[in-house]
């Protein structure tokens, strides 16, 4: 069995067992415990519980591997590997009820910057859905024993767009200037609330592509690996065009025009 497959096979175990105790304590009342970056940013007790929850799991199976997680400490690697955790992947539709929300766990390869990171595995898990997405690098992506690809020709009617909207009030006009620029080319647009099954979606081909600004890597290392691996193309993410503060995926004849409309760095 090659690294990237062990694994992938480490990250959907957990990816399974922490979305079911996420969904456990979904089913028991939501406690949001504190705000982050705006009062909108919200992180439930559950997101701090099921991160510990991996966190630990993860030590236990890979002693010496890095943890990148949105809701602990980093700990440096000292195997090469590090684990790029988001507990609970749309937070806000979790807290209101909202059906979309995942855990999403990649193992990178790489130095400290996640710039550099190369992503060997990732599980992005729906636990309402039951949907486990998961990719190997150079094994494909799969949902399943289907295998992913991406939807390339999106015809005259343009792309079926997904993005999001970040917390920072800043942020705001120029996001609505980009949105504007790009509808000319979008049959539609869809704002799902959890950038990982965003990404899953366009490496399923329910969505022709995915633009956000402000994403964090615990939110896109394990989507961009689906998308890297169901034959779309990246920016601003691992194994992605280099760019930084955007990340754009979409299938390889959609991405040139959307790319061109959007700026990385606003
Ligand atoms: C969220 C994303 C969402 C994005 C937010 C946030 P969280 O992750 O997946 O789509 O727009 O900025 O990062 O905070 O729910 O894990």
Same mark, same amino acid.
């Given at each position: 069995?090659?690294?990237?497959?062990?694994?992938?096979?480490?990250?959907?175990?957990?990816?399974?067992? %922490?979305?079911?105790?996420?969904?456990?304590?979904?089913?028991? *009342?939501?406690?949001?415990?504190?705000?982050?970056?705006?009062?909108?940013?919200?992180?439930?007790?559950?997101?701090?519980?099921?991160?510990?929850?991996?966190?630990?799991?993860?030590?236990?199976?890979?002693?010496?591997?890095?943890?990148?997680?949105?809701?602990?400490?980093?700990?440096?690697?000292?195997?090469?590997?590090?684990?790029?955790?988001?507990?609970?992947? *749309?937070?806000?539709?979790?807290?209101?009820?909202?059906?979309?929300?995942?855990?999403?766990? #990649?193992?990178?390869?790489?130095?400290?910057?996640?710039?550099?990171?190369?992503? !060997?595995? *990732?599980?992005?898990?729906?636990?309402?859905?039951?949907?486990?997405?998961?990719?190997?690098?150079?094994?494909? #992506?799969?949902?399943?024993?289907?295998? !992913?690809?991406?939807?390339?020709?999106?015809?005259?009617?343009?792309? !079926?767009?997904?993005?999001?909207?970040?917390?920072?009030?800043?942020? +705001? %006009?120029?996001?609505?200037?980009?949105?504007?620029?790009?509808?000319?080319?979008?049959?539609?647009?869809?704002?799902?609330?959890?950038?990982?099954?965003?990404?899953?979606?366009?490496?399923?081909?329910?969505?022709? %592509?995915?633009?956000?600004?402000?994403?964090?890597?615990?939110? +896109?290392?394990?989507?961009?690996?689906?998308?890297?691996?169901?034959? *779309?193309?990246?920016?601003?993410?691992?194994?992605?065009?280099?760019?930084?503060?955007?990340?754009?995926? #979409?299938?390889?004849?959609?991405?040139?025009?959307?790319?061109?409309?959007?700026?990385?760095?606003?």
């Amino acid at each position: 069995m090659t690294l990237a497959a062990e694994l992938l096979d480490i990250a959907t175990r957990i990816a399974r067992e %922490a979305g079911d105790l996420a969904r456990r304590r979904r089913e028991e *009342g939501v406690t949001v415990a504190a705000t982050k970056s705006a009062a909108a940013d919200i992180v439930t007790a559950a997101d701090r519980e099921v991160e510990a929850f991996v966190r630990a799991e993860l030590e236990r199976v890979r002693p010496g591997d890095g943890f990148f997680g949105e809701e602990s400490a980093a700990t440096e690697s000292a195997t090469g590997v590090t684990w790029v955790v988001d507990p609970i992947d *749309g937070t806000v539709n979790y807290a209101y009820g909202i059906p979309a929300w995942a855990v999403s766990i #990649a193992a990178v390869e790489g130095p400290a910057d996640p710039a550099e990171w190369v992503a !060997l595995a *990732g599980a992005v898990y729906n636990p309402l859905t039951g949907e486990m997405f998961r990719a190997s690098r150079g094994g494909g #992506a799969w949902l399943g024993d289907t295998r !992913l690809a991406v939807t390339n020709d999106v015809g005259e009617a343009g792309g !079926l767009v997904a993005t999001g909207f970040g917390y920072d009030p800043a942020t +705001h %006009a120029p996001t609505l200037a980009q949105l504007g620029r790009v509808m000319p080319i979008a049959r539609d647009v869809r704002r799902i609330g959890a950038a990982s099954l965003d990404l899953a979606s366009v490496a399923a081909g329910r969505m022709d %592509a995915y633009y956000e600004k402000g994403t964090n890597p615990w939110d +896109h290392a394990a989507g961009a690996l689906l998308v890297e691996e169901a034959g *779309g193309v990246l920016g601003g993410a691992p194994g992605g065009r280099p760019g930084k503060g955007m990340v754009i995926a #979409a299938g390889p004849a959609f991405f040139p025009r959307l790319e061109e409309l959007l700026d990385y760095d606003r």
